[in-house]
């Protein structure tokens, strides 16, 4: 895969480029989300800020409607404690929500150009390695053929090979 953004190959689906940093999509639109990262973090900031708007008036409503009067009963006190509990998790994670949009903010923005990543891509971390130190190394079946002798074997004909 390549990057849309700066060319880049041998890229992965659903990460980040290697050498600009660009979220890279996979080829399948997302049902529900996006496809970038932020994309996901902005629909989770506002099904959170909408669920909790909807949980905190749904336990407003039913605690106006029924607090003390006779028609009241144990469930309705039940499930308007419910939605307030719902109201407060659904607060915590849009809380979490805007703490992770702003570590992306900040990581994106913290991010090295293109150009500068390309320098440090080609630069060379070490010198040329000097060789001439160390001995040549031989090889364990050089010169191995020089000392054998030929040897003696019959042939399937029952004949032996003469010596040469």
Do not use: H
Request: charged letters at 20%; proline letters at 5%.
């Amino acid at each position: 895969m390549f990057c849309p953004n700066c060319g880049a190959a041998n890229q992965t689906a659903k990460a980040y480029c290697k050498r600009c940093g660009e979220w890279l999509p996979e080829f399948k639109r997302g049902v529900f989300g996006g496809d970038t990262p932020q994309q996901n973090v902005f629909t989770n900031l506002f099904m959170s800020a909408l669920s909790t708007v909807v949980a905190l008036f749904s336990a407003i409503a039913l605690y106006a409607t029924y607090l003390g009067t006779d028609e009241a009963k144990w469930s309705i006190y039940i499930a308007a404690a419910f939605c307030l509990c719902i109201a407060g998790w659904q607060a915590s994670s849009f809380v979490v929500g805007l703490k992770l949009r702003s570590r992306l903010n900040r990581a994106r923005e913290s991010v090295e150009p293109a150009s500068q990543l390309e320098e440090v891509r080609n630069a060379t971390a070490l010198p040329p390695a000097d060789m001439s130190i160390f001995a040549r190394a031989q090889s364990v079946t050089e010169n191995t053929t020089d000392l054998l002798q030929p040897v003696d074997r019959p042939q399937a004909n029952g004949s032996q090979r003469s010596k040469g």
